[in-house]
Each structure stands twice: as C-alpha cells, then as structure tokens.
C-alpha cells in the first residue's frame, strides 16, 4: 500500500500565485526584494523576540530582530543593508512595516477586541 503523498511544491506554487510578490524595502535608495512568505527561521526568531519583549529582556529582542531581518534579506542583502548603518529607531520602522505587509502582530500587542 502506497503511502499519502504530500506536495509541498504544489502547494507553494499555488499561494505565492495566489499571493504575488513579497515586500520591497526601500533603504538608502536601494531596494531589498523579501520573500511573499516568512520562512519558518524567520518565524522562529520572531518567536525568540516575542519572548524577549515579555521578559524585557532589550539585549535579546535587538538580537532577535537582527537575525529575523538578516533570514528574511538573505545573506548578500543584508550586508548591503547593514552597511546603511540603520538605527534603532530605522530598525522599529522596518518590523512596523514588516507587521503590516506579513500581517503578523508586533510583540507586546494583543488581537483588536471583537466589536460588542
């Protein structure tokens, strides 16, 4: 008896037709092209940061943003992006946008209450 076969090839193909392209960054006057979904590294981090953000813990939230950006831009991008020199402040602008564009909430937010 043949086992289940399960597409993941299939399956991606058809949400990124579905979803288009992914997010462009606009930095120091060089665009920086983000994947149409979070790669499940990036989610990991994100993960890390969430739980950086409930124990305020600053020193492990800013590592965890750095290796969220650094997997979703890929190694050569990051490095042309890190070279901008992005500030703290450029830096919670990029997660604001990136919230928005993946539609994930931002650590330390909680879902909107339902309507009454």
Known sequence: MAGAR?????ARAARQEASGEGPVIVW???DYTLPAEIPFETAEELS???AAH???NDVEATDAIIKAISSLLGAEQYERFAAG??????MAA???GLSEAYGFEQPGESPASPAS
Not at 6 to 10: G, K, V
């Open 6 to 10: 399960i597409d993941l090839d299939a």
């Open 28 to 30: 120091g006057g060089q």
């Open 48 to 50: 890390r940061l969430e």
């Open 54 to 56: 409930a124990a305020e």
């Open 85 to 90: 020199r992005p500030s703290v402040d450029d």
């Open 94 to 96: 990029l997660v604001d």
